[in-house]
């Protein structure tokens, strides 16, 4: 099993170059790619040392599986090049995610929709695949009408610079060399992630609206986010109300999320447990809590909703993607 990781030297890369180890992924040649000047230097994958090739070098290995996390123009030139020599690509950047002719994918939610066609495949974004995982099963029981999300997300989404720039304002008193952001993050909240469009909402907001439909199949249910940067690392936190077309009980919910694969309910009031970015740090599941009626009008939910957005949210998503064409006999190989 020949296995690219395009952009394996960034942060997303890099994670997903450990989840396909710490899962074991069959991987017999490893070819990872960044950029041309990052070629011919090494990285380390389960105790051996790889050196980073150039694109054209990876797709003339024409490896069986391509994860792509190089950003969305680099995606756009250079994935069909993989998928023309037969490799699988299953991408993290936003190029493909709402493109008619491929599928976005949440195994846990929708990956029945992969065919062996698929050449290649698109990863979510990070916010919206915690959010579909905790929201699948629920509407399936009782049919979800109406989302308003709020998020609170770490800045490792953004990547290494911003993390170098909380990091650097930590250390002095606010300054930074390196930004990321027009402001200072460090005790600081940023209620804009991505950039403004004509509607007032930002991209990031109007992907989670977007991605969400295509991933649940349902273009029915209304959604709106708000999307906020906020200086921790670990994870990103989301404040979900769901108004349903059918009442639920409490206890029931809980029981279905529970019951539900990849989502760990933390939910314990009288011992002030609930799911926070520093407990989901490193770990593959989406953690739910604080999960209440919302008394100020029927059949509506409130729950906090917690994920490692470079784990789940990106790389053991991408990895999950390509566990379940394997085993699953998708695509052969």
Excluded at 103 to 121: G, H, Q, R, S, Y
Aim: with cysteine; glycine share 6%.
């Amino acid at each position: 099993m020949k296995v690219a990781v395009v952009g394996a030297t960034g942060l997303v890369g890099t994670k997903m170059l450990q989840v396909l180890a710490e899962r074991n992924f069959p991987v017999t040649e490893l070819i990872p790619v960044a950029s041309e000047r990052s070629v011919g230097k090494e990285i380390e994958f389960k105790g051996k040392k790889y050196k980073v090739h150039s694109m054209l070098d990876a797709i003339a290995a024409k490896p069986q599986i391509a994860l792509f996390s190089a950003g969305g123009s680099t995606s756009l030139e250079w994935a069909p090049k993989f998928a023309e020599v037969g490799t699988v690509v299953i991408d993290n950047s936003s190029a493909w995610r709402m493109d008619p002719t491929k599928k976005l994918v949440v195994p846990e939610v929708n990956a029945k929709v992969l065919t062996a066609n698929d050449k290649i495949i698109a990863n979510p974004n990070c916010s919206t695949i915690q959010m579909v995982v905790a929201l699948q099963p629920l509407h399936k029981a009782y049919k979800i009408k109406r989302v308003v999300v709020s998020t609170y997300q770490s800045v490792t989404g953004t990547g290494v610079k911003a993390v170098n720039q909380l990091m650097n304002e930590r250390k002095n008193n606010g300054k930074s060399d390196e930004m990321a952001y027009k402001y200072q993050i460090d005790l600081n909240v940023i209620p804009q992630i991505d950039v403004f469009l004509d509607n007032g909402y930002t991209k990031e907001e109007m992907k989670m609206v977007n991605e969400t439909k295509k991933i649940m199949g349902d273009d029915a249910i209304r959604l709106t986010a708000t999307t906020v940067r906020i200086p921790v690392m670990g994870g990103h936190s989301e404040s979900v109300n769901i108004e349903f077309e059918n009442d639920f009980d409490v206890n029931e919910v809980m029981n279905l999320l529970r019951n539900t694969k990849g989502i760990v309910v933390e939910d314990d009031l009288k011992n002030q447990i609930y799911p926070m970015p520093m407990n989901a740090h490193e770990k593959d599941e989406v953690f739910v809590g604080r999960i209440r009626r919302d008394e100020s009008q029927p059949k509506t939910l409130n729950m906090w909703i917690v994920a490692d957005n470079l784990r789940k949210g990106a790389a053991t998503n991408a990895v999950q993607i390509a566990e379940y064409l394997m085993a699953n006999e998708v695509i052969t190989f």
